[in-house]
């Protein structure tokens, strides 16, 4: 198997788990604490956008404080990477079990929920990717490159 092989089939892995993630997220609900997830995501994507407009304000103790107060007991990489991604591709409306209603992305092309979790679920893709990489490297060399006779 070519190099470009290798990344062919890691990029189908990637983008096939991404998918199936992607589809089956409708029948599975949501989890008790994704609520609270969900808010605090959109704590802090309100953060990043004025963190982009007022840096100095954004990064004042008071408003960095504000929004990070919110279940604070996790990181928040993956809770700005949500809210992001629904400031981006959330549909307007109010999900079930909300209590604040979603505002409409630049691209509203999906519920809040699934907007929200988008970025685990390329992560995911992302990761079986690398996982195939890393095996493919180790199972068995590439084939070595013919070197032209003189």
């Given amino acids: ?77 993956m809770k700005i990477a949500g809210g992001i991604s629904a400031r981006i591709f959330a549909q307007p409306g109010r999900p079930a079990g909300q209590p604040e209603p979603a505002q409409a992305g630049l691209l509203p092309l999906m519920p ?3 907007a929200m979790r988008l970025p685990a679920q390329l992560l995911a893709g992302l990761a079986v990717a690398l996982l195939f990489l890393t095996g493919a490297s180790l199972a068995a060399p590439l084939p070595a490159k013919p070197q032209p006779v003189p």
């Fill in 1 to 77: 198997m070519t190099r470009r092989d290798r990344l062919l089939v890691a990029l189908a892995l990637g983008l096939a788990t991404t998918t199936l993630l992607s589809l089956g997220h409708r029948r599975v609900g949501y989890v008790r604490d994704e609520g609270i997830y969900f808010v605090a995501s959109r704590h802090h994507a309100a953060w990043a956008a004025q963190l982009l407009h007022a840096p100095g304000t954004a990064l004042a103790a008071p408003a960095r404080d504000r929004a990070f107060s919110v279940n604070h007991e996790h990181p928040a990489l």
């Fill in 112 to 114: 809040e929920g699934a």
